[in-house]
């Protein structure tokens, strides 16, 4: 399981250092372009579990097929070099609308990556619509 939150800088290569701690449990991964302006990285079994439930849906729903082509066509094959960094590629860089400063949080069973002033801004909506969230998710038994 992925927790916490951590701040980082992209390098003038476009590297990212990724935390030991989401290393260790990645090894090698995914990395895909992530809902709400952000970047998903998953483990491989974690990509392929994954990938194996959005086989199962049916090809005839526009979503369906609007979401695989989303989340595939943006994938790569992600390995950490010797310093525990990846290479983050231009359009996935634009996509998450990071340039520099970076902040990489541990979501249960993926990493997200994101712009800090991106994660700032979420941040602070999330926290300001908390008590209507937590009611909402409430009527689903959470």
């Known amino acids: 399981m992925f927790l916490g939150q951590f701040h980082h800088t ?10 030991k701690k989401f290393r260790d449990e990645i090894k ?11 970047l998903f990285l998953y483990s491989k079994e974690e990509w392929e579990a994954l990938s194996n439930r959005i ?8 979503s369906a097929r609007s979401f695989s082509r989303y ?10 070099d010797k310093l525990g960094r990846i290479t983050l590629p231009d359009y996935l860089k634009e996509h998450a609308q990071i340039d520099k ?4 949080i541990g979501v ?3 990493v997200e990556i994101w712009a800090e002033k991106n994660w700032e ?9 908390s008590s ?11």
């Open 10 to 19: 992209l390098d003038y290569k476009g590297r990212l250092s990724i935390p």
């Open 28 to 38: 090698a991964g995914v990395l895909t372009r992530g809902l709400d302006n952000c």
């Open 55 to 62: 086989r199962q849906l049916p090809l005839t729903a526009s």
């Open 71 to 80: 989340l595939f066509s943006g994938a790569i094959d992600s390995a950490f």
């Open 101 to 104: 400063n970076v902040v990489i």
């Open 108 to 110: 249960l069973n993926r």
């Open 121 to 129: 801004e979420f941040n602070q909506k999330a926290r300001d619509e």
């Open 132 to 142: 209507a969230i937590a009611e909402k998710l409430s009527e689903s038994g959470i």
